[in-house]
């Protein structure tokens, strides 16, 4: 009995030592992981580097400061010009002028408009118009061209 003991324990670590001297060669089965993550993640930077983020590209230019007319303004005649402050960095402006407060009846969209003023004409008197701009800069990343509308509205009569 002693024998055959002996025996299947003799057979049993002849099989296994293979086994075990190559997990000793590679770090174990639990160091070999880590290994090749760390090989794998050295030679995807070589081949793929990070590119590093430019701020000011991801920085949204500020709304203009709308000039004049004024908020409630009552303008005679059926024309008049909008006028707002230039945006530092913009490449040019995105204006809207409309007959309810929504924008959803627009009168005029200039989507790349170039100027910091806008001569609206053909208006009808007794009306509210509502407008609004937005300072946009072409060379941002795409989800931070725009900046926020600024809004105003005046009277025609």
Known sequence: MIRQLV??????SI???PAISLA????????AAPAVEEKHSKTATQF?????ADKSMATR???????????????????????WKAVAGS????????????????????????????QA???EAGKHYYWRVAAQKG??????????FNKSMFETH
Do not use: C, I, R
């Not at 230019?61 to 006028?83: C, D, H, I, N, R």
């Not at 007959?99 to 200039?110: A, G, I, Q, R």
């Not at 060379?139 to 926020?148: E, F, H, L, M, V």
């Open 48 to 52: 793929f580097p990070k590119k590093e």
């Open 61 to 83: 230019p500020e709304a203009p400061e709308l000039l004049e007319p004024a908020f409630m303004t009552k303008v005679s005649g059926g024309s008049v010009t909008l006028k």
């Open 91 to 118: 490449t040019n402006y995105h204006f809207q002028l409309a007959t309810d407060p929504n924008f959803k009846w627009l009168v005029k969209d200039e989507a790349l408009f170039q100027g910091t003023s806008f």
């Open 24 to 31: 000793n060669e590679e770090g174990g089965a639990h160091g």
């Open 139 to 148: 060379t941002n990343d795409p989800a931070y061209t725009k900046s926020g």
């Open 7 to 12: 025996s299947v324990l003799t057979l049993s």
């Open 121 to 123: 004409s053909g208006l």
């Open 15 to 17: 099989m296994l030592a």
